[in-house]
């Protein structure tokens, strides 16, 4: 979009106000209309209408960004909703995280963007006979704050007062003599900006698995699975009724709901503004309401009310809400829990995907950035996610420091540049784009991120004149084993550092390609003369995280690989095939084993189903990856975390053996390293590429393996076999299906 007519407005109160601002403007066609296209760009959350009717099927829009530095406008096709004579646009505004008015520990109050939600909407209106006209938002419009939504905030909930609902207030005809004039507003940053990117919607509505009547008051609702997302309320009952919706991840003993374990961080006042819960005044008419400008993490809803009711499973439906991205990926497996656990990972990590990746939808809906970049494979093996990262990237370009620093939370108000914020959490900078152009072929990401991937890594270089840093927050939430910061941060920092000089050989920036080429063995030298004892073939301690790290990221010298992975895998086996490490661990560990000729060891731990394990969360009864692995731990506890999400991607790597061609990416050319552990009989993969399905899979019968691939048209492949198949070696693949029958290799 070109130059906006439009002006930004609000109303006329302060951000703590609660109620939320309703908007009209009336407009008269005396002309056919040919096309009608509204631009709408908003501080806060909106919702569109034209003539009473709700436009586009999006939610929870725009996308949280940096208000001060970036807002994003959407576009609308709202031809088919005009009318001859009279038309009435209609906009309702929530606060979002532009004006967070409940307290927490990360300061969303003292945002240095808050402000009372304002937007600007430009209406251009193309006639059949060729000429065109713009209504845009100015002192024209107006507003009232006599809103039922009397309340709003993303994090607790909504307060909805049925007694103040006007249905007519945004269709022709309706008297807006009571009604205000609007408020001229600054535009709240310099850049306002399309969103192009796949939307929040509502996904799916799920009834209640079951009801619990607590007493004639309150009742409990469990919807089966834990979920991002909302709950739709259907009710008739006295009016001035008080009825209060919370939501929540788990049960008392008694049976009522018990937010203990996602409330623990949330500071403004409980009665006033419970965590997690919509409350509703009812009118004495049958009442229905959506909840527009928030969304809990929930697998149960606890319905309490002023006065007796009953309820029934018409009352009270789920909503799952997240960004509605396609699936690019799946599994099947003769091992069901090996399906299981990955159903949950991937509902894990779609209930994280609200416009940015996640950390949770309940206690903190934050963007930390060491889940993410540990996941970053779990997604876009699984889902077509290209266009959200590509969104929370432009939100770390917003965020960095000019010295290169970022926050491990983005976007932030401010929290999150304190003294951990380093290499292991903000890699987020060169893992994310470098992993979208091995999987898409796109380097746009990568090019745009180039300059603050360099400030960055520089600024580490600045500060670590031994090649080593300790900066990080260390292997999050172990089992039992901790490990040496220096060491996995370190690890990151050649992480960094290789990727860099990557993208510079890409984009032709020779010098910078020698430099940090360089950079990255001496980091990595660094590393092993520090951490690596050659004679006992271990690094640091010799946990299962310091091991499993250097073989994941290549920094075990050549002639120390098998020393290093032969003692990997033989603490995993004194661990009975449990894994021990934190979210670091858990991403290196299975890789590390499979890559190395360990793979039946990495399947054992896969699909382990005693503590710790993910299968323990799942055949405990999980719809959902968990944050600790002790399930009776009494920190970091919330039940939908997609920090231990690795085990999302590792089958289509350890066991399918898909892997993009750095030198040719977007899965141009595929790198085929399948591998057949002891126990798996059948097994298959398939991931949705650029160029279109690759599929590689086995079934097993009488000793006998038929290995079955399929690769797209218009690209090739190399299959690499392990060396524990007979006549294992390397072929070149042309496009379409190949199948290998194939037999173990005498030990």
Request: proline fraction near 5%.
């Amino acid at each position: 979009m070109g130059k906006w007519a439009g002006n930004w407005i609000s109303d006329h109160h302060n951000r703590e106000f609660r109620p939320a601002p309703l908007f009209r403007k009336s407009l008269t066609l005396n002309k056919p209309v040919k096309k009608a296209t509204a631009y709408i760009a908003a501080g806060g959350l909106f919702r569109l209408s034209v003539n009473g009717e709700r436009i586009g099927d999006q939610v929870m829009t725009p996308v949280y960004t940096r208000f001060d530095r970036r807002n994003p406008y959407l576009t609308f096709d709202v031809t088919k909703a005009l009318q001859p004579g009279e038309n009435v646009l209609g906009v309702l505004l929530g606060n979002g995280w532009y004006n967070h008015q409940a307290k927490a520990v990360w300061n969303f109050d003292n945002a240095p963007w808050r402000n009372r939600p304002a937007f600007c909407l430009d209406l251009l209106v193309e006639y059949a006979d060729g000429t065109k006209e713009t209504v845009a938002t100015d002192l024209s419009w107006r507003t009232s704050s006599d809103s039922p939504l009397v309340y709003n905030n993303i994090y607790t909930g909504e307060h909805y007062d049925f007694n103040h609902v006007d249905q007519n207030w945004d269709k022709p005809g309706y008297d807006d003599r009571k009604w205000h004039g609007v408020r001229l507003r600054s535009v709240p940053s310099r850049v306002v900006s399309s969103q192009q990117m796949q939307p929040i919607r509502h996904i799916r509505e799920y009834d209640a698995r079951s009801i619990t009547r607590i007493n004639d008051t309150a009742y409990v609702f469990d919807f089966g699975k834990n979920m991002s997302g909302i709950t739709v309320l259907d009710i008739q009952g006295p009016k001035g009724a008080v009825v209060k919706v919370a939501h929540g991840e788990r049960l008392h003993p008694n049976g009522t709901l018990n937010p203990s374990n996602i409330d623990v961080y949330y500071r403004g006042d409980r009665v006033a503004e419970p965590f997690q819960t919509d409350i509703y005044i009812l009118d004495g008419k049958r009442d229905t309401y959506t909840p527009e400008f928030s969304y809990k993490g929930f697998r149960y809803a606890q319905i309490t009310t002023s006065k007796p009711m009953v309820f029934d499973t018409s009352s009270l439906k789920a909503r799952e809400v997240h960004s509605d991205v396609a699936s690019r990926g799946s599994i099947r497996s003769s091992n069901k829990l090996l399906e299981g656990i990955m159903d949950i990972t991937r509902n894990a990590y779609i209930s994280n995907l609200m416009g940015y990746p996640t950390d949770c939808p309940q206690r903190e809906k934050n963007g930390w950035t060491g889940d993410g970049h540990l996941a970053i494979e779990t997604a876009l093996y699984n889902y077509d996610g290209i266009t959200i990262y590509e969104k929370w990237l432009a939100d770390h370009r917003d965020e960095q420091q000019p010295n290169g620093v970022l926050p491990d939370i983005i976007p932030t108000g401010g929290w999150g540049y304190g003294t951990d914020n380093g290499l292991d959490w903000t890699s987020t900078i060169a893992v994310i784009p470098w992993n979208l152009y091995l999987f898409y072929g796109d380097d746009r990401a990568l090019r745009d991120s180039y300059d603050n991937i360099k400030r960055y890594v520089d600024y580490v270089d600045h500060n670590s004149p031994s090649h080593l840093s300790a900066w990080g927050r260390g292997d999050w939430v172990p089992v039992s084993t901790g490990s040496n910061k220096e060491l996995t941060s370190s690890v990151y920092f050649f992480v960094d550092a290789t990727i860099l000089a990557k993208a510079a050989k890409l984009f032709g920036k020779e010098d910078d390609y020698k430099h940090y080429s360089q950079l990255a063995e001496d980091i990595k030298k660094a590393i092993n003369n520090k951490f690596l004892d050659r004679e006992k073939g271990i690094y640091a301690s010799g946990s299962q995280t310091e091991m499993s790290m250097p073989l994941m990221w290549g920094i075990v010298p050549n002639d120390m690989i098998a020393a290093v992975s032969a003692n990997l895998a033989k603490k995993v086996e004194q661990a009975g095939f449990h894994i021990d490490t934190g979210i670091l661990g858990a991403k290196a560990l299975l890789n590390a084993l499979s890559e190395n000729g360990y793979v039946d060891a990495a399947y054992k731990v896969a699909v382990q189903d005693t503590y710790p394990s993910w299968g323990c969360w799942y055949v405990n009864g999980a719809t959902s990856l968990l944050e600790n692995w002790d399930l009776n731990a009494t920190r970091d506890i919330s039940d939908n975390h997609i920090m231990f999400g690795e085990i999302g991607a590792w089958p289509y790597k350890g066991l399918a053996g898909i892997f993009p061609d750095e030198n040719n990416p977007g899965f141009r050319h595929i790198i085929l390293k399948p591998n057949f552990p002891v126990g798996l009989a059948d097994f298959s993969a398939t991931h949705e590429s650029p160029y279109g399905e690759i599929s590689s899979g086995w079934t097993t019968k009488k000793g006998k393996i038929t290995y079955t691939v399929t690769i797209p048209s218009n690209t090739t492949a190399t299959l690499t076999l392990p060396d524990y198949i007979r006549d294992a070696g390397t072929v070149e693949l042309e496009s379409g299906t190949h199948t290998f029958t194939l037999k173990r290799a005498r030990k």
